[in-house]
Protein backbone atom coordinates (compact mmCIF):
# COMPACT_ATOMS: atom_id res chain seq x y z
CA UNK A 1 0.00 0.00 0.00
CA UNK A 2 3.04 2.51 0.59
CA UNK A 3 3.54 2.27 -2.84
CA UNK A 4 0.60 2.68 -4.12
CA UNK A 5 0.15 5.98 -1.79
CA UNK A 6 3.82 7.18 -3.24
CA UNK A 7 3.04 7.02 -6.75
CA UNK A 8 -0.84 8.79 -5.68
CA UNK A 9 1.29 11.92 -4.53
CA UNK A 10 3.37 11.63 -7.56
CA UNK A 11 0.11 11.48 -9.23
CA UNK A 12 -1.52 14.12 -7.58
CA UNK A 13 1.76 16.82 -7.61
CA UNK A 14 1.23 16.97 -11.39
CA UNK A 15 -2.23 16.48 -12.00
CA UNK A 16 -3.94 19.66 -14.27
CA UNK A 17 -6.43 22.51 -12.39
CA UNK A 18 -8.08 22.68 -15.79
CA UNK A 19 -11.72 20.50 -14.83
CA UNK A 20 -13.88 18.90 -17.31
CA UNK A 21 -17.68 20.20 -17.57
CA UNK A 22 -18.82 17.02 -15.56
CA UNK A 23 -16.20 17.68 -12.07
CA UNK A 24 -18.56 20.35 -10.21
CA UNK A 25 -22.18 18.08 -11.72
CA UNK A 26 -20.90 15.40 -9.42
CA UNK A 27 -22.09 15.05 -5.88
CA UNK A 28 -18.89 13.96 -4.44
CA UNK A 29 -20.57 12.89 -1.12
CA UNK A 30 -22.13 9.90 -2.83
CA UNK A 31 -21.18 6.66 -0.99
CA UNK A 32 -20.38 4.68 -4.81
CA UNK A 33 -20.16 6.72 -7.92
CA UNK A 34 -19.26 5.33 -11.70
CA UNK A 35 -17.70 7.50 -13.73
CA UNK A 36 -17.96 5.71 -17.68
CA UNK A 37 -16.08 7.50 -20.69
CA UNK A 38 -14.19 6.86 -23.99
CA UNK A 39 -9.83 6.14 -23.18
CA UNK A 40 -8.57 9.34 -23.48
CA UNK A 41 -11.24 11.75 -22.18
CA UNK A 42 -9.96 12.52 -18.68
CA UNK A 43 -11.52 10.18 -16.49
CA UNK A 44 -8.09 9.78 -14.80
CA UNK A 45 -7.50 13.17 -13.93
CA UNK A 46 -11.00 13.90 -12.45
CA UNK A 47 -10.67 11.38 -9.55
CA UNK A 48 -6.72 12.99 -8.83
CA UNK A 49 -8.55 16.73 -9.13
CA UNK A 50 -10.73 15.46 -6.14
CA UNK A 51 -8.46 13.86 -4.74
CA UNK A 52 -6.40 17.26 -4.33
CA UNK A 53 -9.54 19.31 -3.58
CA UNK A 54 -10.84 17.30 -1.38
CA UNK A 55 -7.19 16.13 0.66
CA UNK A 56 -4.48 17.86 -0.51
CA UNK A 57 -1.22 16.54 -1.96
CA UNK A 58 -0.49 13.96 0.59
CA UNK A 59 -3.09 13.12 2.73
CA UNK A 60 -3.19 8.88 3.42
CA UNK A 61 -7.22 9.34 3.99
CA UNK A 62 -7.92 8.76 0.15
CA UNK A 63 -6.03 6.35 -2.21
CA UNK A 64 -6.13 6.44 -5.84
CA UNK A 65 -5.46 2.72 -7.40
CA UNK A 66 -5.70 1.36 -10.98
CA UNK A 67 -6.46 -2.20 -11.24
CA UNK A 68 -4.62 -2.35 -14.03
CA UNK A 69 -1.64 -2.64 -12.60
CA UNK A 70 0.35 -6.39 -12.21
CA UNK A 71 -0.69 -5.85 -8.80
CA UNK A 72 -3.89 -6.38 -9.04
CA UNK A 73 -3.54 -9.94 -11.34
CA UNK A 74 -2.33 -11.52 -7.87
CA UNK A 75 -4.28 -9.65 -5.62
CA UNK A 76 -8.14 -9.53 -4.14
CA UNK A 77 -9.91 -5.80 -4.70
CA UNK A 78 -12.13 -6.48 -1.82
CA UNK A 79 -9.23 -7.86 0.41
CA UNK A 80 -7.33 -4.44 -0.34
CA UNK A 81 -10.02 -2.10 0.18
CA UNK A 82 -10.44 -4.14 3.68
CA UNK A 83 -6.83 -2.91 4.34
CA UNK A 84 -7.21 0.66 3.50
CA UNK A 85 -10.34 0.56 5.21
CA UNK A 86 -8.64 -0.86 8.58
CA UNK A 87 -6.15 1.77 7.47
CA UNK A 88 -8.31 4.87 8.05
CA UNK A 89 -9.21 5.34 4.42
CA UNK A 90 -12.08 6.98 3.56
CA UNK A 91 -12.24 7.35 -0.30
CA UNK A 92 -11.36 4.43 -2.38
CA UNK A 93 -10.68 5.68 -6.31
CA UNK A 94 -10.48 2.39 -8.48
CA UNK A 95 -9.23 3.28 -11.95
CA UNK A 96 -9.33 0.86 -14.96
CA UNK A 97 -12.46 -1.23 -12.89
CA UNK A 98 -13.22 -2.96 -16.45
CA UNK A 99 -10.04 -4.78 -16.41
CA UNK A 100 -10.88 -6.22 -13.28
CA UNK A 101 -12.52 -9.50 -13.27
CA UNK A 102 -16.34 -9.81 -12.01
CA UNK A 103 -15.67 -6.19 -11.02
CA UNK A 104 -19.33 -5.73 -9.69
CA UNK A 105 -19.08 -8.04 -7.41
CA UNK A 106 -15.91 -6.55 -5.45
CA UNK A 107 -17.57 -3.86 -5.63
CA UNK A 108 -21.07 -4.34 -3.99
CA UNK A 109 -18.80 -6.21 -1.32
CA UNK A 110 -17.26 -3.28 -0.40
CA UNK A 111 -20.17 -0.67 -0.62
CA UNK A 112 -21.88 -3.09 1.49
CA UNK A 113 -19.08 -4.15 3.86
CA UNK A 114 -17.27 -0.98 4.81
CA UNK A 115 -20.44 1.97 4.87
CA UNK A 116 -17.46 4.40 6.12
CA UNK A 117 -15.39 4.18 3.13
CA UNK A 118 -16.84 5.75 -0.57
CA UNK A 119 -15.59 4.20 -3.46
CA UNK A 120 -15.17 6.41 -7.14
CA UNK A 121 -14.42 3.71 -9.95
CA UNK A 122 -13.94 4.62 -13.59
CA UNK A 123 -14.28 2.27 -16.49
CA UNK A 124 -14.84 2.02 -20.23
CA UNK A 125 -17.90 3.45 -22.11
CA UNK A 126 -18.09 -0.02 -23.20
CA UNK A 127 -19.66 -1.19 -19.92
CA UNK A 128 -23.37 -1.82 -19.19
CA UNK A 129 -23.59 -1.69 -15.36
CA UNK A 130 -27.13 -3.70 -15.41
CA UNK A 131 -25.22 -6.48 -17.05
CA UNK A 132 -22.72 -6.69 -14.53
CA UNK A 133 -23.01 -10.07 -12.16
CA UNK A 134 -24.08 -7.85 -9.07
CA UNK A 135 -26.82 -5.48 -9.11
CA UNK A 136 -25.12 -1.92 -8.29
CA UNK A 137 -28.49 0.17 -9.79
CA UNK A 138 -29.58 0.79 -5.77
CA UNK A 139 -25.63 1.43 -4.92
CA UNK A 140 -23.55 3.22 -7.63
CA UNK A 141 -24.68 6.73 -9.16
CA UNK A 142 -23.70 6.23 -12.86
CA UNK A 143 -22.06 9.15 -14.76
CA UNK A 144 -20.59 9.52 -18.19
CA UNK A 145 -17.48 11.23 -19.43
CA UNK A 146 -17.69 12.87 -22.86
CA UNK A 147 -15.33 14.39 -24.91
CA UNK A 148 -14.67 18.02 -24.94
CA UNK A 149 -17.43 20.45 -25.66
CA UNK A 150 -16.17 23.35 -28.42
CA UNK A 151 -16.78 25.46 -25.57
CA UNK A 152 -14.03 23.54 -23.02
CA UNK A 153 -11.76 23.64 -26.00
CA UNK A 154 -11.97 27.32 -26.36
CA UNK A 155 -11.77 27.75 -21.93
CA UNK A 156 -8.86 25.17 -22.33
CA UNK A 157 -7.04 26.95 -25.19
CA UNK A 158 -7.95 30.83 -24.51
CA UNK A 159 -7.92 30.30 -21.04
CA UNK A 160 -11.67 31.73 -20.98
CA UNK A 161 -14.52 30.75 -18.63
CA UNK A 162 -17.48 31.02 -20.73
CA UNK A 163 -20.71 29.29 -19.56
CA UNK A 164 -22.96 26.39 -21.52
CA UNK A 165 -25.99 27.51 -22.85
CA UNK A 166 -29.12 25.46 -22.91
CA UNK A 167 -30.18 24.49 -26.36
CA UNK A 168 -33.60 26.76 -25.85
CA UNK A 169 -31.01 29.69 -25.10
CA UNK A 170 -29.39 29.20 -28.25
CA UNK A 171 -32.63 28.57 -30.49
CA UNK A 172 -34.37 32.07 -28.91
CA UNK A 173 -30.93 34.20 -28.39
CA UNK A 174 -28.35 32.57 -30.81
CA UNK A 175 -27.44 36.07 -32.35
CA UNK A 176 -26.78 37.98 -29.31
CA UNK A 177 -24.67 35.11 -27.92
CA UNK A 178 -22.50 34.90 -30.87
CA UNK A 179 -21.93 38.51 -30.63
CA UNK A 180 -20.41 38.50 -27.63
CA UNK A 181 -18.48 35.23 -27.75
CA UNK A 182 -17.41 36.48 -31.15
CA UNK A 183 -16.17 40.02 -29.69
CA UNK A 184 -13.86 38.13 -27.25
CA UNK A 185 -12.42 35.26 -29.53
CA UNK A 186 -11.16 34.27 -33.20
CA UNK A 187 -14.21 31.80 -33.59
CA UNK A 188 -14.03 30.20 -36.76
CA UNK A 189 -9.82 29.42 -36.16
CA UNK A 190 -10.20 28.32 -33.22
CA UNK A 191 -13.27 25.67 -34.55
CA UNK A 192 -11.71 24.46 -37.32
CA UNK A 193 -8.60 23.60 -35.30
CA UNK A 194 -10.93 22.19 -32.67
CA UNK A 195 -12.50 19.71 -35.13
CA UNK A 196 -8.78 18.52 -35.55
CA UNK A 197 -7.11 18.38 -32.26
CA UNK A 198 -9.40 19.30 -29.25
CA UNK A 199 -12.21 16.54 -28.65
CA UNK A 200 -9.48 14.56 -26.09
CA UNK A 201 -7.79 16.73 -23.18
CA UNK A 202 -4.29 15.16 -24.14
CA UNK A 203 -4.09 17.83 -26.53
CA UNK A 204 -3.05 20.33 -23.53
CA UNK A 205 0.60 17.91 -23.62
CA UNK A 206 1.01 17.78 -27.32
CA UNK A 207 -0.36 18.72 -30.32
CA UNK A 208 2.13 17.95 -32.72
CA UNK A 209 1.72 14.61 -31.92
CA UNK A 210 -1.90 14.42 -31.17
CA UNK A 211 -3.37 12.52 -33.82
CA UNK A 212 -0.94 9.67 -33.45
CA UNK A 213 -1.94 9.20 -29.78
CA UNK A 214 -5.50 9.04 -31.12
CA UNK A 215 -4.88 6.54 -33.45
CA UNK A 216 -2.97 4.50 -30.61
CA UNK A 217 -6.45 5.13 -28.51
CA UNK A 218 -8.50 3.75 -31.39
CA UNK A 219 -6.10 0.70 -31.37
CA UNK A 220 -6.34 -0.15 -27.74
CA UNK A 221 -10.09 0.76 -27.65
CA UNK A 222 -10.30 -2.13 -30.27
CA UNK A 223 -7.44 -4.26 -29.39
CA UNK A 224 -7.94 -4.26 -25.40
CA UNK A 225 -11.29 -2.65 -24.27
CA UNK A 226 -13.83 -4.52 -26.78
CA UNK A 227 -12.31 -8.07 -26.55
CA UNK A 228 -12.11 -7.60 -22.76
CA UNK A 229 -15.63 -6.65 -22.29
CA UNK A 230 -17.38 -8.25 -24.90
CA UNK A 231 -15.24 -11.25 -25.47
CA UNK A 232 -14.66 -10.95 -28.85
CA UNK A 233 -12.08 -13.04 -30.38
CA UNK A 234 -8.74 -12.23 -31.25
CA UNK A 235 -9.31 -13.14 -35.04
CA UNK A 236 -12.33 -10.69 -35.57
CA UNK A 237 -10.19 -7.63 -34.64
CA UNK A 238 -8.69 -6.90 -38.22
CA UNK A 239 -12.11 -7.05 -39.36
CA UNK A 240 -13.33 -4.72 -36.92
CA UNK A 241 -10.69 -2.38 -38.06
CA UNK A 242 -11.39 -2.55 -41.39
CA UNK A 243 -15.09 -1.94 -40.27
CA UNK A 244 -14.01 0.90 -38.75
CA UNK A 245 -11.83 2.34 -42.14
CA UNK A 246 -14.81 1.51 -44.58
CA UNK A 247 -17.02 3.33 -42.32
CA UNK A 248 -14.88 6.25 -41.70
CA UNK A 249 -14.17 6.72 -45.47
CA UNK A 250 -17.42 7.01 -46.11
CA UNK A 251 -19.69 9.08 -43.56
CA UNK A 252 -21.85 9.85 -43.11
CA UNK A 253 -22.83 6.74 -44.27
CA UNK A 254 -26.11 5.13 -45.03
CA UNK A 255 -25.50 1.08 -44.39
CA UNK A 256 -26.27 -1.58 -46.69
CA UNK A 257 -25.53 -4.39 -44.03
CA UNK A 258 -25.49 -6.74 -47.16
CA UNK A 259 -22.42 -5.39 -48.76
CA UNK A 260 -20.94 -4.10 -45.80
CA UNK A 261 -20.82 -7.58 -44.23
CA UNK A 262 -19.91 -9.58 -47.11
CA UNK A 263 -16.68 -6.43 -47.34
CA UNK A 264 -16.02 -7.41 -43.90
CA UNK A 265 -16.36 -10.61 -44.04
CA UNK A 266 -18.38 -10.49 -40.77
CA UNK A 267 -22.15 -11.84 -40.80
CA UNK A 268 -24.97 -9.95 -40.60
CA UNK A 269 -26.04 -10.54 -36.99
CA UNK A 270 -22.70 -9.88 -35.57
CA UNK A 271 -22.49 -7.03 -37.85
CA UNK A 272 -25.01 -5.78 -36.30
CA UNK A 273 -23.48 -6.62 -32.51
CA UNK A 274 -20.05 -5.29 -33.70
CA UNK A 275 -21.77 -1.28 -34.89
CA UNK A 276 -23.67 -1.45 -31.10
CA UNK A 277 -20.37 -2.25 -29.90
CA UNK A 278 -18.47 0.05 -31.62
CA UNK A 279 -21.25 3.20 -30.32
CA UNK A 280 -21.06 1.68 -26.61
CA UNK A 281 -16.88 2.24 -27.12
CA UNK A 282 -17.62 6.32 -28.51
CA UNK A 283 -15.92 5.65 -31.90
CA UNK A 284 -19.33 5.64 -33.96
CA UNK A 285 -22.62 7.34 -33.40
CA UNK A 286 -25.97 5.58 -34.95
CA UNK A 287 -28.70 7.51 -36.02
CA UNK A 288 -32.04 6.01 -36.66
CA UNK A 289 -35.28 7.53 -38.33
CA UNK A 290 -37.87 8.95 -36.06
CA UNK A 291 -40.44 6.48 -35.28
CA UNK A 292 -38.19 3.27 -35.55
CA UNK A 293 -38.95 2.47 -31.82
CA UNK A 294 -37.95 -0.98 -30.85
CA UNK A 295 -36.29 -1.31 -34.44
CA UNK A 296 -33.00 0.19 -32.32
CA UNK A 297 -31.27 -3.59 -32.55
CA UNK A 298 -31.22 -3.56 -36.19
CA UNK A 299 -30.00 -1.32 -38.95
CA UNK A 300 -29.37 2.09 -38.09
CA UNK A 301 -30.22 4.53 -41.03
CA UNK A 302 -27.10 6.44 -40.83
CA UNK A 303 -23.63 5.66 -39.13
CA UNK A 304 -21.05 8.50 -38.56
CA UNK A 305 -17.75 8.50 -36.68
CA UNK A 306 -18.26 9.70 -32.43
CA UNK A 307 -16.07 12.65 -33.43
CA UNK A 308 -14.49 14.76 -36.06
CA UNK A 309 -10.73 14.14 -34.51
CA UNK A 310 -11.38 10.34 -35.55
CA UNK A 311 -12.15 11.45 -38.87
CA UNK A 312 -9.17 13.54 -39.12
CA UNK A 313 -7.47 10.24 -37.21
CA UNK A 314 -8.21 7.27 -39.98
CA UNK A 315 -8.93 9.14 -43.11
CA UNK A 316 -7.33 11.29 -45.07
CA UNK A 317 -10.09 12.66 -47.25
CA UNK A 318 -12.40 14.77 -44.98
CA UNK A 319 -15.88 15.02 -46.35
CA UNK A 320 -17.11 18.70 -45.20
CA UNK A 321 -20.85 17.52 -45.17
CA UNK A 322 -19.77 14.55 -43.08
CA UNK A 323 -17.98 16.52 -40.87
CA UNK A 324 -20.92 19.20 -40.14
CA UNK A 325 -23.35 16.60 -39.42
CA UNK A 326 -21.13 14.49 -36.65
CA UNK A 327 -20.07 17.52 -35.71
CA UNK A 328 -24.14 18.43 -34.89
CA UNK A 329 -25.04 14.74 -33.90
CA UNK A 330 -22.04 14.43 -31.43
CA UNK A 331 -22.57 17.72 -29.65
CA UNK A 332 -26.29 17.52 -28.97
CA UNK A 333 -26.41 13.66 -27.74
CA UNK A 334 -23.39 14.54 -25.17
CA UNK A 335 -25.13 17.47 -24.17
CA UNK A 336 -28.24 15.02 -23.34
CA UNK A 337 -26.52 12.34 -21.69
CA UNK A 338 -24.82 13.18 -18.29
CA UNK A 339 -26.21 9.78 -17.13
CA UNK A 340 -25.90 6.09 -19.14
CA UNK A 341 -29.43 6.36 -21.06
CA UNK A 342 -31.65 3.46 -21.23
CA UNK A 343 -32.26 4.07 -25.16
CA UNK A 344 -30.41 6.85 -27.41
CA UNK A 345 -32.96 8.47 -29.31
CA UNK A 346 -32.59 12.41 -28.59
CA UNK A 347 -31.50 12.74 -31.73
CA UNK A 348 -32.87 11.02 -35.00
CA UNK A 349 -33.47 11.51 -38.75
CA UNK A 350 -36.42 13.35 -40.00
CA UNK A 351 -38.89 13.29 -42.93
CA UNK A 352 -38.10 16.73 -43.20
CA UNK A 353 -34.78 18.26 -42.83
CA UNK A 354 -31.70 16.66 -41.55
CA UNK A 355 -32.36 15.74 -37.48
CA UNK A 356 -35.31 15.89 -35.02
CA UNK A 357 -34.24 16.26 -31.55
CA UNK A 358 -36.63 15.25 -28.95
CA UNK A 359 -39.53 15.05 -31.15
CA UNK A 360 -39.43 18.97 -31.38
CA UNK A 361 -37.08 20.83 -32.90
CA UNK A 362 -36.26 20.12 -36.89
CA UNK A 363 -32.45 20.99 -38.11
CA UNK A 364 -30.99 21.23 -41.62
CA UNK A 365 -27.49 21.38 -41.73
CA UNK A 366 -25.27 22.57 -44.56
CA UNK A 367 -22.79 25.47 -45.34
CA UNK A 368 -23.56 29.29 -44.95
CA UNK A 369 -25.67 29.72 -48.10
CA UNK A 370 -27.96 26.73 -47.16
CA UNK A 371 -31.82 27.77 -47.60
CA UNK A 372 -34.76 26.84 -45.81
CA UNK A 373 -36.74 24.49 -48.72
CA UNK A 374 -36.19 21.51 -47.17
CA UNK A 375 -38.02 22.82 -43.34
CA UNK A 376 -40.30 24.78 -45.27
CA UNK A 377 -43.66 25.03 -43.30
CA UNK A 378 -42.02 22.77 -40.38
CA UNK A 379 -43.15 23.93 -36.93
CA UNK A 380 -39.66 24.77 -34.20
CA UNK A 381 -37.32 24.28 -37.86
CA UNK A 382 -33.80 26.29 -37.72
CA UNK A 383 -30.52 25.87 -40.72
CA UNK A 384 -27.62 25.13 -38.93
CA UNK A 385 -24.92 26.75 -40.97
CA UNK A 386 -21.38 26.34 -41.29
CA UNK A 387 -18.74 29.20 -42.29
CA UNK A 388 -20.76 31.80 -40.55
CA UNK A 389 -20.05 33.64 -37.65
CA UNK A 390 -23.65 35.05 -36.38
CA UNK A 391 -27.07 34.14 -37.57
CA UNK A 392 -30.47 35.38 -38.20
CA UNK A 393 -33.92 34.64 -37.25
CA UNK A 394 -34.04 30.48 -37.69
CA UNK A 395 -30.31 30.72 -39.32
CA UNK A 396 -27.70 29.58 -36.50
CA UNK A 397 -24.24 29.11 -36.86
CA UNK A 398 -23.26 25.71 -36.31
CA UNK A 399 -19.73 26.07 -34.23
CA UNK A 400 -22.84 27.54 -31.16
CA UNK A 401 -24.12 23.80 -30.77
CA UNK A 402 -20.32 23.37 -29.22
CA UNK A 403 -21.94 25.21 -26.06
CA UNK A 404 -24.09 23.46 -24.97
CA UNK A 405 -21.93 21.48 -22.54
Not at 177 to 201: K, W
Not at 257 to 278: D, F, G, N, Q, V
Not at 380 to 392: K, L, P, Q, R
Amino acid sequence: MESFFREQYRLVASVSAVKRYLYSSIDWSERCIGILGARGTGKTTLMLQHVRERYGDTSDRALYISVDSPYFQAHNLFEFARDFHQFGGELLLIDEIHKYPDWSLDIKAIYDSFPKLNVVFSGSSLLQISKQKADLSRRAIIFNLHGLSFREYVNFTQEKEFAAFSLEDILAHHRQIAETLCGEITVRRLFRDYQQIGYYPFFLESQGTYLFRLREVINHILEVDLPLVHRIEARQLSKLKKLLYLLATSVPFTPNISKLAEATEISRPRLYEYLESLQDARLLNLVRSQGRGYEVLTKPDKIYLENSNLMYAISENVNIGALRELFFVNQLRNASALHPGLVENTIELSAKGDFIFKSQYTFEIGGKGKGFRQISGVENSFIVADDIETGFQNKIPLWLFGFLY
